[in-house]
């Protein structure tokens, strides 16, 4: 009787796996940070990349780490020498996702996380049309719109634009491939709802280098 092997043998096997791209976006107050603290201790072999930014850095936040701190002419210039894989100008200030914070280790083979707005998504979506998109949501806008007024980090005009954006963002749900609910003490749910995104894009064949 003849082996069922034969083809298995004849493939490099175990197969390897393509590097994915993982982009958590969604509203300001739903949560992305938080998310994407818990998911740094969930996937520590993947990398997360870190965003530019030529805000001044909130109390505990790490260079390097939380974002790269830039002025507004450091910036500009990564930007024109075309170093940023997205960018934008985000409630007066300019945040972007430098390149070699996403295909460099993709190239090395690693997994990554990105973390950006919905604007951003669609910039890196064009450019990169793999990554696997993921749409962090509040449970309603109430609850959203408490987060941001809990902040306490900006005058009543700058509550209302960044409102109105959240409102405007979540008409964009549709574009996403995944759409996680971040509810208010309820945290974990949503972490857990992530990394189970991430292990089953994982598994799908279609990620396999057959």
Known sequence: MASGLGAAEALDWPPRRKPLLFILSGPSGAGKDSVRERLRAEFPEVHFAVTAATRAPRPGEVEGYDYFFHSVDEFLAMRDAGELLEHAAVYADWKGTPRSQVVGPLARGQDVI??????????????????????????????????????????????????ATARAEMAQIPRFDYIVLNADGALERAVAETAAIIRAERCRVARLAL
């Open 114 to 163: 990105v973390r950006v707005d919905v604007q951003g998504t669609e910039t890196i979506r064009t450019a990169l049309p793999e990554a696997v998109t993921i749409f962090l949501a509040p449970a309603s806008l109430a609850e959203l719109e408490a987060r941001l007024r809990g902040r306490g980090t900006e005058d009543e005009e700058s509550f209302r634009i960044r409102l």
